[in-house]
């Protein structure tokens, strides 16, 4: 299971950094991304991992937002700097492996002033 946490209120400008914690190891791990879905909205994809540590990132967040995982804590996280309100949404980790495809709660980010 996965459980993100990290989420709040913050200004514009303001930064955050999400969590994504794992309760074990997952074995063939092809993807680890984080996704985010704003009222009204379709889920998007905010950024990924794949594989061996190759990064892709929307282009809405590029320069901004930087992925990043931590092996021995079995934990993604989602570094967001000069954050704006249209960044407000749920986000959501993700991880992708041969057997499983497994999703967070979520957590709820509003970037308001």
């Known amino acids: 299971q996965l459980q993100a946490s990290g989420g709040g209120l913050v200004q514009p400008g303001g930064s955050l950094r999400l969590s994504c914690a794992a309760s074990?190891?997952?074995?063939?791990?092809?993807?680890r991304s984080w996704y985010r879905q704003a009222p009204g909205k379709q889920r998007e994809l905010v950024a990924r991992?794949?594989?061996?540590?190759?990064?892709n990132y929307a282009d809405s967040v590029k320069g901004r937002f930087t992925i990043s995982r931590d092996n021995a804590k079995n934990t993604l996280y989602l570094q967001m700097n000069s954050l704006k309100p249209e960044d407000s949404a749920i986000y959501y980790c993700?991880?992708?492996?041969?057997?499983?495809?497994?999703w967070g709660l979520g957590t709820q980010v509003t970037v308001s002033s």
């Open positions: 993700n991880v992708i492996s041969r057997l499983r495809n497994l």
């Open positions: 074990g190891s997952i074995v063939g791990v092809i993807t």
């Open positions: 991992i794949i594989g061996g540590g190759t990064t």
